[in-house]
């Protein structure tokens, strides 16, 4: 469920931006005013969405205690935490390097490539992602951290038993 609410709301985002850049070249009146009623209507519903996925993540303890983790860390707000939560179930599951190429982060080699094809040239350094719905959502946060934080790396690393299960 949380997987469903996450990807409408992403496209409520995206049919906001459109109505938004629709109003802005729109110059009759009449065409202005509906424009102000379908993004009126958006907006409600996109809050009403974002707090259904706050209460949806509340009332899961683990998925509560990996959204309070995410939080801690610089540019990871509510919103990017649920993303994160909602699209990538394996946090806590899997290695960094596997987080990585699961979004498309990291390289992966063409399995169709055959040694010394020109394809094996051409896609050896492809970026290619399960969840490439993943990489605009939390940009200052993987992209270009300052430094690792320890926060993130213990979720990415660690087992369920450590990083995801609630304090006692």
Known sequence: ?????????????????????????????SVRHSLALVIGVLEKSLTGLEA????????DPQMAHLAGLLRTVKGIGPITAATMIADLPELGHLSGKEIA??????????????????????????????????????????LRPSRPSMIVSSIITSGPARSLSPPS
Request: aromatic fraction near 0%; include cysteine.
């Open 1 to 29: 469920m949380l997987r469903e609410l996450a990807a409408r709301r992403s496209q409520l985002v995206d049919a906001l931006q459109a109505e938004r850049c629709r109003l802005a070249l729109a110059q009759a009146p």
């Open 52 to 59: 259904e996925l706050a209460e949806h993540i509340a009332a």
């Open 101 to 142: 190429a699961l979004v498309g982060l990291a390289p992966l080699p063409d399995r169709a490539a055959r040694p010394g094809s020109a394809s094996e040239l051409a896609t050896a350094d492809r970026l290619s992602a399960a969840r490439s719905s993943m990489r605009p959502a939390p940009p200052s946060a993987t």
